[in-house]
């Protein structure tokens, strides 16, 4: 299939006849206005003075020190909101505006998209709704809060398994009812196009920076790319300006869970099952019947059945690598982080700073290592401790 | 000839308007959704859209949502859906049927092995929400040179300009959806449906059927002269559920509906 939205045989545009339009009407604003001089002026205004960018490519002295290799970390978890998901909300907002929209919808699972986009909302004075499962609302108590905060709506979703896959259906089910008015703001790599595309696009800026930065401090590519994935939207803007560089190996994370072999884990690309959901074709996790299974992860923000189509096609291309770290490898590096330089990241994020923990015994003293980190970890603090009570981390 | 289209053919010599509803197979459980269908044969409907349950559907309202639901935890698979139908088929029950299920059901059986065992049990037809005509090629390719199954054509409000393409080809019948959104939004129509539902009529060669949110034959009163015909789904889901699944209330429903639809 050589239909533009496609990536190999992943992508497509599996909705309803209703929201077509909407999709032709989307793609076509999207494309004027990324070559438009004046749209891209302001999206990087807004990075510069609003989000905080550019974020710094740190050099992890102690990690790097310790593992005998090169490790630089992109700090994401800098942005104003504390991730990557602005860079994307705040693209696709002003792109809701130049269309007219007065209305933003988002789906959300631990909340920092719904964050992101509650805040985007607010800045352009647009009425934002966030979608989000009943499960996740108890989990992620403070997020609903900051959210309701800066002015949104946030509908607790209970069909289903009361999580982001559910909500994801539901905000989908009110985009299909109010396409004529409301712009549907999708926060991961996933979707049906050109939404992969758009976040691909809006997230981008991390690798366009990592590149001169890596450049300018040490004169060359990095040897390994390395970044966590959900649905993988900070991992595509990692990889993007990294993938012509066939030298550079890009390495996506995806969340084993408690191990692959248990069934409880947010690896859809370990069994590569592909199916159709929320739009797209791509690998999904799946039960024996076709029916879509629940995600595990203690990361709630990689706890998605399915992966960008982007991400399935640089895997089967071979371009990338993908593998999976538990939940208690990742831990253990978020704990090795805060103590070794300083910074708590996002649990997402931990994924990928254990793989690259993982991957440092193969790798010599020169190597170097670029990880996203992607997020901070303030809004896990809960979780963290409840997994250091279990654990017996805390006496 | 393809069961939906010898039967549409006949209502069209008697001039009658088509009554067709949507159950969910498997709710509350396969054996009702057998009696259910056969009651309403005896009772005049003229198709069935037999829903086939999956996990994330994202063109149903919550009544249908919970039925799907419902019939997953009861354990209905396509598989056991493909064997109901034969049974029926070998009980002499002639009504077309028209699989309602999404694409993911059919991709993870294979589309060309889904069409094969479609075609051998005798389902007539499919309606697949989550599948617009940009990602049809697979299944036509797949249900070409044949006629037991056709591929039914779903348009919306706001398909406007979409239209002559979606019609292109299109057998059996169009199914107009009457509001943007999913089923189940009572008799909340679209705001040009009358404009809409003719449009598509000028444009058809094939039966026009209009669905979502309709409740009683007095719901679609005001499109009477376009329309050849009414699909009630989350209504008639959530009539069997109310009425504890009894089969007298729903032949009770579909024969008033139906001698309704025609006094219009």
């Known amino acids: 299939m050589s239909k533009k939205t496609y990536y190999g045989e992943f992508g497509g545009q599996f909705v309803s006849e209703s929201l077509m339009n909407t999709l032709q009407e989307i793609d076509a604003a999207f494309e004027e206005a990324i070559k438009d001089e004046k749209f891209l002026k302001e999206y990087h205004y807004y990075l510069k003075q609003y989000v905080g960018r550019e974020t710094p490519l740190y050099f992890a002295e102690r990690l790097s020190e310790k593992y005998k290799t090169k490790i630089y970390l992109k700090r994401e978890d800098l942005n104003h909101t504390g991730a990557h998901k602005i860079n994307n909300v705040m693209g696709q907002i002003l792109l809701a505006k130049r269309m007219g929209k007065k209305k933003v919808i988002a789906e959300t699972g631990a909340g920092q998209h719904g964050v992101a986009t509650a805040t985007v909302a607010a800045l352009f004075n647009m009425e934002c709704t966030v979608y989000m499962g009943a499960e996740d609302i108890k989990r992620q108590a403070l997020n609903v809060m900051r959210m309701e905060m800066l002015g949104a709506k946030v509908v607790s979703v209970t069909s289903g398994s009361n999580t982001l896959k559910d909500a994801t259906n539901e905000a989908i089910r009110n985009w299909a009812k109010t396409a004529e008015d409301t712009f549907y703001v999708i926060g991961s790599a996933v979707g049906p196009y050109p939404y992969p595309k758009m976040v691909k696009e809006f997230q981008s800026v991390i690798s366009r920076e990592a590149k001169k930065q890596i450049l300018e401090a040490e004169g060359r590519m990095p040897d390994v790319v390395m970044a966590c994935v959900g649905g993988g939207s900070n991992s595509i803007g990692m990889f993007a300006d990294f993938i012509e560089e066939k030298d550079v190996r890009l390495i996506g994370v995806e969340a084993a869970g408690l191990g692959i072999e248990t069934g409880k884990h947010a690896s859809a690309m370990a069994l590569g099952k592909m199916g159709v959901l929320h739009g797209m074709k791509s690998y999904l996790l799946q039960d024996e019947n076709g029916n879509i299974e629940l995600a595990h992860s203690i990361s709630a923000g990689l706890d998605y059945p399915g992966v960008g189509p982007e991400h399935a096609y640089l895997r089967d291309s071979g371009r990338a690598e993908y593998v999976s770290i538990t939940d208690v490898e990742a831990m253990d590096a978020l704990m090795e982080l805060c103590k070794l330089e300083g910074i708590i990241p996002a649990i997402e994020s931990a994924h990928a700073v254990a793989y690259a923990i993982k991957l440092a015994k193969e790798l010599k003293e020169d190597d170097i290592t670029i990880i996203c980190l992607s997020g901070r970890g303030d809004k896990d603090v809960n979780t963290i401790s409840d997994y250091l009570a279990g654990k017996g981390y805390l006496n | ?264």
């Open chain 2, 1 to 264: 000839m393809n069961r939906i289209e010898n039967k549409l053919n006949t209502l069209k010599e008697k001039n009658e308007k088509a009554f067709i509803t949507y159950v969910t197979a498997g709710f509350p459980d396969l054996e009702r959704t057998k009696e259910v269908i056969k009651v309403q044969e005896e009772a005049g409907t003229d198709i069935i859209e037999l829903g086939v349950p999956f996990s994330d559907p994202t063109a149903d309202g919550p009544v249908i949502q919970d039925a799907s639901y419902r019939a997953i935890c009861g354990g209905t698979t396509l598989k056991k859906v493909f064997k109901l139908v034969e049974e029926l088929r070998a009980e002499q029950v002639e009504i077309p049927l028209v699989f309602m299920l999404y694409y993911n059901t059919i991709m993870f059986y294979g589309v060309e092995a889904f069409v094969k065992e479609c075609e051998r049990v005798g389902v007539d037809g499919l309606i697949i929400p989550d599948l617009p005509m940009e990602e049809q090629d697979q299944i036509k390719e797949a249900l070409k040179g044949q006629d037991d199954t056709i591929l039914l054509q779903l348009v919306s409000p706001v398909s406007k300009q979409r239209i002559p393409e979606i019609l292109d080809g299109a057998r059996g019948f169009v199914y107009c959806v009457s509001s943007m959104g999913v089923t189940g939004q009572a008799a909340q129509f679209h705001k040009e449906v009358i404009n809409y539902l003719s449009d598509v009529k000028k444009q058809s060669k094939i039966p026009v059927m209009m669905g979502f949110g309709i409740r009683t034959a007095a719901d679609v009163a005001p499109m009477k002269d376009i329309i050849d015909g009414a699909i009630v789904g989350t209504n008639f889901i959530r009539l069997f559920e109310e009425s504890n699944f009894d089969m007298g209330v729903v032949r009770e429903y579909c024969e008033t509906f139906k001698t309704e639809l025609n006094a219009l």
